[in-house]
């Protein structure tokens, strides 16, 4: 969610309480929800994917793999890249939740991703956050 978003919400709850009279938290989140649910986009859950990519280096690794998550609607968080002797590793941390809330899904992205990976003769795995915390648990 950008900064302009977050200010929308937050004046709309603002608002509200102030004509209530009113401003305890239980009040201001059924109103955040209320709002939320009246004006879809508008805010968003995070929802972290790690994409790994790795194989021979080459030309155009980072911007193809940037370009699919650009065109999917994900936010780049955080990205990392190696190259040791001929081989490429890259990890992105990636927010994909305003691309979920306007109805896109992980498939699409790792659909996106394949295809990348077939251009380029990398592999790719696109992992949602929360099954990587499964597995570190266990």
């Known amino acids: 969610m950008s900064q302009s978003q977050r200010s929308l919400e937050e004046q709309i709850v603002e608002g509200v309480l102030r004509r209530l009279g009113r401003a305890d938290a239980e009040v201001a989140r059924a109103v955040a929800r209320e709002v939320s649910e009246a004006i879809p986009g508008l805010t968003s859950t995070p929802e972290r994917v790690v994409i790994t990519a790795s194989g021979r280096n080459r030309r ?48 699409t992205l790792r659909g996106r991703l394949a295809i990348v990976s077939k251009e380029l003769g990398v592999h790719i795995v696109a992992m949602h956050d929360d099954m990587l915390e499964a597995m570190h648990s266990v």
């Open 60 to 107: 155009g690794i980072v911007p193809a793999v940037a370009q699919a998550i650009h065109d999917f609607g994900g936010d780049i968080r955080d990205i990392s890249q190696t190259i040791v002797d001929d081989f490429f590793t890259m990890l992105v941390v990636i927010d994909i939740g305003n691309a979920v809330s306007r109805g896109s899904s992980l498939e």
